[in-house]
């Protein structure tokens, strides 16, 4: 099932399927939302903000989003390599993408362990 959240400012209203987001990513005052299909699309907010709207708005059986240090909040439905020594997350659907981030070595701690006890759904 398909699960929405809107972003809206003055003049536009956005409307995103969170189980195509595969990670937000911050920009300054600015949220840059990665897609499946390799899309950006940007959003008028920062970081924060939109991890509060995407608490506000999705429903509890939606893809688990965790904020992984100052700069992303990604889908752990797409976590895919963890690697700690070299501070990377790899994000994959194992067909269309494959995202590498850089993450410190104790957010990606947390993220393995987050993994190993809840693994994504």
Sequence with gaps: MEKWIFFQNRDE????NLHKVVYFEADAN???IYTVNNMKIVVGMNLGNTQQM???????NMPVFMRIGKKYIVNTCFICQIHIAKQKLVLSDFERFAFTLPASKEALKTVKEMCIQNPPR
């Design 13 to 16: 209203l956005l409307r995103v």
């Design 30 to 32: 600015y949220t840059n």
């Design 54 to 60: 995407i608490s506000r708005q999705a429903p509890d």
